[in-house]
């Protein structure tokens, strides 16, 4: 009887409120960007498979075995410190999608955390009997809802190693708003559960609401892993159009979009949206061009802030590889060879990720004086650190680059070096 009470109870909620929530969110305002709209568009369809992925991980009980202690901490206070500061306005096109996606997972996420709590008699206290909905009316409340979701988080606790309950941990608090306990939630869950493209899509979304809906640096790192585990992943595809289109690389927006446009089927809303953005991206490369080619030599001052990005790879000496723990923080960094010692450009990552795929550029400045477009040459470090901290402490492990200009697509960076 609890059984039919409670799917009937979450059709309800999934039907009435996602509903009801998603249709202003997703339906296309006067004036607004074709990308934005294709985007949206897109995300319904990868929202079903996002679920559809939920249940299979239900289904199938997944567990890894990676070791990530203190990464709550730690990813807490890094997700905190990426908290938008200003005040709250409505959502642009290109970032409705991310509020349209939490909700649209987690107000049934939440519904199957009801179920997962329900399911269990030994965690709850002894219920009357539920009577099905009537009328209309929902026997199941907001408050309690929320409850489900804090006693699933008490449950995590006596169970950390639950990968699957982390997840829905992580989705369920998207839903509520708490973002920087979301990004917490959902790097666990990455922790110990198998390396899935479309986690890392996701938990993409998650880290651009808790930095003020961009998807510049952090989320734009967790897309490239996405796409490095499946270069096929539909989501990760799309976000890696947006991220280049919110940059003004068209060129690259539209060769990301073409690959999903591969990928769906032809004629479907979906595919007609992608070819939307598209056309789009070309338009504005063409308006982009023909201003270039008017612009006096002077205008080509802005451009050294465009090719202000350093990329490469960072790998571990094989010799010290038992020296370090997956969970252990790795830092990548850059610094001007002449100058302070500051970074001029960090990202933060796990030393179980290695080796790592990395892009450092102005969005990942440590001050605003403190630019790579600022420098000519500079050293690029990756140092793992035991405590977490930014600052380099005895023990340490470390590899540096030879200088390299303010556009080296290609740096190496071994780490081979104990921090005396």
Do not use: C
């Amino acid at each position: 009887m609890l059984m039919n009470t409670f799917v009937v109870v979450g059709g309800l909620l999934v039907l009435a409120v996602v509903g009801g929530i998603l249709y202003p969110l997703l339906r296309r305002q006067p004036g607004e960007d074709a990308p934005t709209t294709g985007q949206r568009e897109l995300n319904l369809i990868v929202l079903r498979d996002q679920l559809a992925d939920l249940e299979r991980d239900f289904a199938e009980g997944r567990i890894g075995d990676a070791d990530y202690q203190q990464a709550r901490e730690e990813l807490e206070r890094r997700a905190l410190d990426h908290v938008s500061e200003g005040p709250k306005q409505a959502l642009s096109g290109g970032r409705q999608k991310l509020l349209a996606a939490a909700l649209a997972i987690g107000f049934p996420v939440a519904v199957g955390v009801l179920y997962w709590t329900l399911g269990a008699p030994e965690t709850v206290a002894p219920v009357p009997t539920v009577a099905a909905p009537k009328d209309g009316e929902h026997a199941l409340s907001q408050e309690q809802i929320l409850a489900m979701v804090e006693n699933l988080a008490l449950r995590l606790q006596e169970n950390p190693n639950d990968g699957r309950g982390w997840l829905m941990l992580a989705r369920s608090y998207a839903v509520l708003g708490r973002y920087p306990e979301s990004a917490a939630a959902f790097s666990r869950a990455l922790g110990l559960l198998p390396p899935e493209a479309q986690h890392y899509a996701d938990f993409a979304d998650i880290v651009a609401m808790t930095q003020g809906k961009k998807l510049a640096g952090e989320p734009e790192r967790l897309v490239r892993r996405a796409l490095e585990i499946d270069p096929r992943n539909v989501k990760a595809l799309a976000l890696a159009g947006t991220i280049a289109f919110d940059r003004q690389d068209y060129a690259q927006a539209i060769g990301e979009w073409q690959k999903v446009l591969a990928l769906l089927p032809e004629q479907s809303p979906a595919a007609n949206s992608i070819q939307g953005s598209i056309r789009d991206a070309q338009n504005r490369m063409a308006i982009a061009s023909q201003q270039g080619a008017g612009e006096p030599p002077a205008a080509a001052a802005d451009k050294p802030a465009a090719l202000a990005r350093v990329a490469g790879i960072v790998e571990l000496d094989p010799k010290l590889r038992a020296a370090i723990k997956p969970g252990d923080t790795l830092f990548v960094f850059a610094r001007a060879v002449d100058g302070p010692k500051m970074p001029v450009a960090m990202l933060r990552a796990k030393a179980g990720e290695m080796p790592l795929r990395f892009a450092l550029d102005d969005s990942m400045s440590m001050a605003p004086q403190f630019k790579l477009s600022t420098v000519g040459q500079v050293v690029v470090g990756a140092r793992i650190s035991k405590s977490g901290d930014a600052l380099a402490r005895a023990g340490d492990l470390e590899g540096l680059s030879a200088p390299v200009s303010a556009g080296a697509g290609n740096v190496k960076i071994v780490i081979n070096s104990v921090v005396p």
